[in-house]
């Protein structure tokens, strides 16, 4: 019986040795990865440097650091609708990020800039919709983190207020217990646009320019053209392509590879 | 034999009370089941008179181009305000030689006046010529022989001749129509199904399947709502209520035989009121019909021919315009046919560069023709200064109604562009890994440098949608309403014990007789007798509404009746406390068996005076 018990110790040692040395491998092959991307932008290869980014991409990860120099080096290489997807997913992830902000703004000037040239005139929507532009400084985890702050502290206001005696502090949990209901209020609304339920669809990003077709069929009629780093709704998607809802009120179909949703 | 003759009392009454009033009218409709036909072919022709307030003769049409190969009538009698007759001459015709024959008018004698029949004309081709119905099923109805009459009654899916695209039931049935079997690609076909029912329908029926249409391109011609009207139809001689179930436009997609598959309804038919026969689900399926999509002729583009009839208008915003600026040209294709198959194309002009279009589209049915607006806009912006022509937009279309193509286009529009010529935009390859350089024409973008360090976070769920985020702002106010709860419980029962202190001394008294209990395991008489008293005392206590503690006997005797007591309850009582005060110093009480006893005494007297309801209130 101890025979057997000492033998499960050692597999159960050996399985967690051996766990852990595989998620070791796995960080240390992700940093190694990251350190070629770095050192190869910084040699100048830049299409060494995005092919490796991507491949980290691949690999699950989701940082805003690498999202950060992925539209970097999108932007700096003209494939601004690109560059536009990685600075909004970087922003995603971490609101407030400055660099990924300045990128943004470079990335959308250049596509009014080119779209200038093209068409002799061009409008480019700098700004998201106010709903999401109000949230855009706060993370998703930050505002579910404080919706359940929120409220416990309203119903703990609720329950202190009862056992309380003196009457100021009585007045004063009064007071605090519709504001904290408030800020809950808002806070869950906040939550509510960063998940898009006010809205149809998946908010993404047109990759590059591209006709939008009648159907998900690339022998389909085209109904127009999209522009890259224009904001777009996904409705829905069938084989390879996406159905979206575009400013101007269009509708239409576009390949899933011109598409990048956030 | 009764019932005949009770029908024919009641005809004849009827038309008595009605005859004053009554308006002899007539209607005649003859009709075939085939007008072109080959020699020999037997073909069905049904003459159908309906007389209203009175009697008329008919007067036949003349056949004698024809070889009558079988006759039949049928008459049907209808009461509503006014007694209407309706008789159905059918005849089985064949012809004997080809031509075109015209079957004339039969005559109707109302008294003095003269009502005709429309007329037919059938044409006759060679022994064999003979075409199929548009709209027959797969298998056509072949005539009847005179000497068998239809029984659809015994023999559902009958054949009836004149009925095409149906299966005959004599209580429902569905029938496809289309307008034109042999249509050309492209041309629209109107597909409409019919459900024909005996008994009315006691709700809107269920269409479980629709009729297929693959290889046709299709569109709605009734509205989404709308109410289900029936007009009365004969088939076969039986009267049957018709509802129109389905129209809709089909666009043959390619040539060759297209088939519109068959539908398939649920039906709920017959009266809530009628005590004979309860109303009843039927499921019903019509039968598939095909059409044979002919090839648009010779003369037409090699491909992209569109057919309807259509008409083009271009227009640009400007016709002055700086180098580099925009301008919008915008072509409106405006006809009747599938607009979706027209497609206009922009030639490149050199010197001005146009974007990919935008398409507009405004589809609508008028009068079950599909047709509309379609608009498409593209952006020109003129890259070096000059005069421009764009030439003439348009299309090659076929006509269908008058069977030739023709060249629908809008008139060439001129553009004048001034100002210095401009670069030529780079192009944006989509590459992303082989385009890593700027495009050359471009200013350079400035962004900050990369980050060099980087945690690699991996990929995570949103907080807000894992499974514990929903119970996390639940339990707050879960928590809260609990503790409420809890709260109001608690009051509840302090209430209670205030309202009625007999029930918290009952309590008390019994946790007094527990302790009694233990110490007669422990062999303590004193301590068991000090419980009983105790106990008694306090019950005593509640329901005087005093301690009973500082009384003698003989006043907690008298209070006792004084609250209600009857004399054996105070006097068992008063002789249980005098006995727990001797026992605890005799020798006799220290027996457990005494113990035990005097314990359930106490106990059992704590329940009485717990029931004692005090003088002057109802229990």
């Excluded at chain 2, 695209?165 to 004599?170: E, K, S, T, V």
């Excluded at chain 2, 059409?291 to 271009?314: D, H």
């Excluded at chain 2, 609990?482 to 029930?503: I, N, T, V």
């Excluded at chain 2, 009746?561 to 005799?586: I, N, P, T």
Aim: hydrophobic residues 45%.
């Amino acid at each position: 019986m101890t025979s057997l018990r000492q033998f499960g110790l050692a597999a159960a040692f050996a399985l967690a040795a051996l766990l852990g040395s595989l998620a070791s491998a796995s960080a240390q092959d992700m940093g190694a990865l990251w350190n070629t991307a770095t050192h190869a932008w910084l040699a100048g290869d830049r299409a060494q440097a995005i092919r490796t980014w991507e491949q980290l991409r691949e690999a699950g990860v989701r940082d805003p650091d690498l999202e950060y120099d992925l539209g970097t080096a999108y932007g700096e290489t003209g494939h601004l609708g690109r560059a536009v997807w990685h600075f909004e997913t970087a922003l995603s992830l971490r609101p407030g990020d400055e660099d990924a902000r300045m990128g943004l703004d470079a990335a959308r000037t250049a596509i009014g800039r080119r779209l200038a040239q093209r068409r002799g005139e061009a409008t480019v929507l700098t700004r998201p919709p106010m709903g999401e532009a109000m949230v855009a400084p706060f993370s998703e985890r930050l505002l579910a983190a404080l919706a359940v702050a929120f409220d416990a502290l309203l119903f703990l206001i609720l329950v202190v207020r009862r056992y309380v005696r003196g009457e100021n502090a009585r007045v004063g949990l009064a007071v605090a217990a519709p504001l904290v209901a408030l800020l809950l209020c808002a806070d869950l609304w906040g939550l509510g646009v960063k998940r898009g339920v006010f809205e149809h669809g998946a908010t993404a990003i047109v990759l590059d320019d591209g006709p939008l077709f009648e159907g998900p069929d690339p022998r389909a009629q085209a109904r127009g053209d999209v522009t890259e780093g224009e904001r777009a709704r996904v409705l829905g998607a069938e084989a390879d392509f996406l159905h979206l809802e575009l400013g101007g009120d269009r509708h239409g179909w576009i390949g899933k590879d011109h598409i990048g949703q956030l | 034999m009764v019932r005949t003759r009770i029908v024919s009392l009641v005809c004849v009454l009827w038309l008595f009370a009605t005859s004053a009033s009554a308006q002899l009218s007539a209607t005649a409709v003859m009709t075939a089941s085939s007008t072109q036909v080959a020699v020999g072919d037997p073909f069905r022709l049904q003459l159908e008179v309906d007389v209203t307030g009175g009697n008329a003769h008919v007067q036949p049409p003349d056949l004698s181009d024809f070889e009558v190969v079988g006759r039949d009538q049928q008459q049907s009698l209808e009461m509503g305000q006014q007694l209407q007759v309706t008789t159905v001459f059918s005849y089985t015709l064949r012809a004997r030689r080809s031509g075109r024959f015209t079957i004339p008018a039969a005559q109707v004698q109302l008294g003095s006046r003269t009502i005709q029949s429309n007329t037919l004309v059938v044409q006759v081709g060679a022994s064999g010529s003979s075409q199929a119905n548009p709209s027959s099923p797969p298998q056509p109805a072949v005539p009847m022989p005179d000497d068998v009459k239809p029984d659809p009654w015994a023999d559902p899916g009958t054949s009836v001749e004149g009925l095409n695209g149906a299966r005959f039931d004599g209580q429902a049935f569905l029938q496809t129509t289309v307008d034109r079997a042999d249509p050309y690609v492209g041309q629209q076909v109107t597909v409409t199904v019919y459900l024909y029912t005996r008994a009315p329908l006691s709700s809107a029926p269920a269409i479980t399947q629709q009729p297929s249409a693959n290889r046709f391109w299709t569109r709605d011609l009734l509205p989404q709502n709308r109410a289900l009207d029936a007009h009365v139809q004969r088939v076969a001689g039986i009267p049957f209520r018709v509802y129109l179930l389905l129209r809709f436009a089909a666009f043959p997609l390619e040539p060759g035989p297209l088939t519109i598959g068959a539908p398939e309804v649920d039906v709920r038919a017959g009266s809530l009121f009628d005590v004979f026969r309860a109303p009843e689900t039927l499921h019903r399926v019509g039968v598939p019909v095909v059409v044979n999509a002919q090839p648009l002729p010779e003369g037409g583009p090699a491909q992209g021919g569109v057919v309807g009839s259509y008409r083009v208008e271009s227009s640009l915003d400007r016709h002055q315009v700086g180098t580099g600026d925009a301008v919008t040209l915008t072509a409106t294709v405006t006809g009747f046919g599938n607009l979706s198959d027209v497609r206009l194309e922009l030639p490149p002009i050199d010197g001005l560069r146009a974007l990919a279009p935008r398409v507009e589209d405004d589809i609508h049915a008028d009068r079950d023709r599909v047709g509309g607006t379609r608009r498409v806009e593209w952006l020109i912006v003129p890259e070096r200064p000059g005069s421009y022509t764009i030439p003439a937009l348009g299309f090659d279309a076929f006509d269908p109604e008058a069977g030739t193509w023709q060249r629908v286009e809008a008139p060439a529009l001129h553009l004048v562009a001034a100002g210095n010529a401009i670069a030529e935009p780079p192009s944006n390859s989509p590459d992303a890994e082989d385009a890593t350089s700027p495009p050359a024409a471009e200013e350079p973008i400035r962004f900050r440098p990369i980050h060099v360090h980087s945690e690699l976070l991996r990929a995570q769920a949103p907080l807000s949608a894992s499974p514990a985020f929903p119970y996390a702002l639940a339990a707050p106010p879960c928590l809260f309403a609990l503790l409420g709860l809890g709260l109001l419980f608690a009051r509840r029962r302090k209430e209670q014990a205030a309202e009625d202190p007999g029930r918290a001394a009952l309590k008390a008294g019994k946790k007094l007789l527990d302790k009694g209990r233990h110490a007669a395991k422990a062999g303590d008489a004193k301590g068991v007798y000090d419980a009983a008293s105790e106990a008694l005392l306090t019950i005593l206590g509640a329901r005087l509404g005093e301690s009973a503690r500082g009384l003698t006997l003989r006043q907690v005797e008298r209070k006792l009746y004084d609250l209600g007591a009857d004399e054996g309850l105070a006097r068992r009582v008063v002789d249980e406390l005098e006995s727990c005060d001797f026992a605890r110093f005799s020798a006799a009480g220290v027996e457990p068996r005494e113990m035990e006893q005097a314990l359930k005494r106490a106990a059992a007297l704590m329940v009485r005076l717990g029931r004692l309801t005090p003088q002057g209130v109802k229990p």
